[in-house]
């Protein structure tokens, strides 16, 4: 029995391998290659198993260990993990073309077609492709739901369950290629309960451009399914597809956006400033209008874009850019902010606020507030943490002084 078991289990990784990771164990041997010892086929599965494990981050031991068998059977794109193809295939065009078939949709058409829509839009959002949709049979980019049962629809890769396959996807080309299949047995939703639509069909429209997989588990091109998925790129995902297909212009914000959202405002002189992105709106108070500009056209290059926090010191004829760890000022600039007295598990800060009137500047990071007391020696001048109870007493403050 449990021999059994253990061939069953040795026969599953075989196919696992032997699909994702490209073992081709010797045809006779096959059956046996899993269990037998000290042949070319036991080393050749052994470095596939090590390879297997690199790739989702186990310990590289070569052995079919829970662990391992546990990532193994977790539901997955039907892609290898070791196709060596990223950068050489793409579509020589920006504007692709996609047709849904009409059969086996998980949903009423116009909500299957607005996940389709969301996929897609994430990678156009952050790249130069577009996509269109065609009614008419022929599109770059196929996009079926096939039934698991139908053991070759077309293509000759099968839903057959083993390995957990959702969907499988074709890079960029002619014919079949660019085109994507959803096995349509899964239990589909829309949200990030159970498996997400919109999600694995963003990670097999990211094989339809071009991209492999990645290793990353914050990357969508993962090959395994994350259950606890967000609709999102993560910064490789966008730098790859970018690499692909260039990166778009930046687009001038809208003032009048309701969604606009800014990176920092602060008081420069008699201006009051708001930062977006590169650019900035500057509000002088002899102006109705607000005037917007590149952050480059008054700092050059010295002052980087998607700041975090900006303040004013007037009397110190200072002004601070927060980014991330650093702050940036003429010479001897960037520095970590660690500098300013924060201690080092404090990364980043979200806001500054500088009281002018009392001569004092309150910091925000997460859910804390720094605020400076003795400012006669920056940079090395000392800080208390607030707790965010006293935000009764800024609010006060702040009515005076805004
Ligand atoms: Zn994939």
């Known amino acids: 029995m449990l021999k059994m078991s253990q061939n069953l289990v040795g026969e599953f990784a075989l196919e696992y391998l032997h699909h994702f990771y490209g073992y081709q164990p010797k045809p006779d041997r096959r059956k046996r290659a899993a269990a037998s010892r000290d042949d070319s086929n036991q080393t050749g599965f052994c470095d596939k198993v090590k390879k297997m494990q690199r790739f989702f981050g186990l310990s590289p031991d070569g052995k079919l260990s829970e662990e391992t068998l546990t990532v193994m059977k977790k539901p997955r794109c039907g892609l290898s993990d070791v196709e060596p193809h990223e950068g050489a295939v793409r579509w020589r065009k920006r504007t692709i073309s996609y047709r849904i ?18 996929a897609l839009k994430l990678w156009s959002s952050v790249s130069l492709i577009k996509f269109r949709r065609r009614a008419a ?12 049962g ?31 299949h959803f096995d349509s047995e899964e239990e589909w939703t829309l949200n990030s309960t159970g498996i997400s639509l ?80 590169r650019f900035m709106w500057r509000k002088h108070p002899s102006f109705v209008e607000t005037r917007i500009t ?25 002004i601070l850019f927060f980014k991330v760890q650093q702050l940036m000022l003429q010479e001897g600039f960037p520095r970590n902010i660690s500098d300013l007295g924060f201690p080092s ?18 910091f925000f990071t997460g859910r804390e507030c720094w605020r400076s007391v003795t400012f006669s020696h920056f940079p090395s001048f000392s800080l208390i943490w607030l707790f965010v109870s006293c935000w009764d007493k800024f609010r006060r403050d702040l009515k005076f002084n805004l």
């Open 101 to 118: 078939a009409g059969e086996n949709l998980p949903f009423p058409a116009s909500r299957t077609h607005k996940a389709i829509r969301r």
């Open 137 to 148: 049979k022929e599109a770059d980019v196929g996009i079926a739901f096939v039934s698991g």
């Open 150 to 180: 139908e053991l070759y629809h077309g293509d000759g890769f099968p839903f057959s369950g083993k390995g957990g396959a959702l969907a499988h996807a074709f890079l960029p080309g002619l014919g079949i290629g660019g085109d994507v």
């Open 198 to 277: 919109p999600v694995v069909a963003a990670h097999e429209f990211g094989h339809a451009l071009g991209l492999s997989h990645s290793p990353d588990p914050g990357s969508i091109m993962y090959p395994a399914y994350n259950f606890a998925p967000s609709l999102e790129l993560s910064f490789d995902d966008v730098k790859r597809i970018q690499h692909l297909y260039g990166e778009p212009p930046p687009k001038t914000p809208d003032k009048c956006d309701p969604d606009l959202s800014f990176d920092a405002v602060t008081e420069l002189q008699q201006e009051v400033v708001f930062f977006k992105d």
């Open 294 to 318: 590149l952050i480059s056209s008054l700092w050059s290059d010295s002052v980087p874009s998607h700041l975090d926090a900006v303040y004013e010191n007037v009397e110190k004829n200072f």
């Open 345 to 362: 598990r404090i990364k980043s800060v979200d806001a500054a606020l500088h009281f002018r009137r009392d001569r004092y500047t309150v």
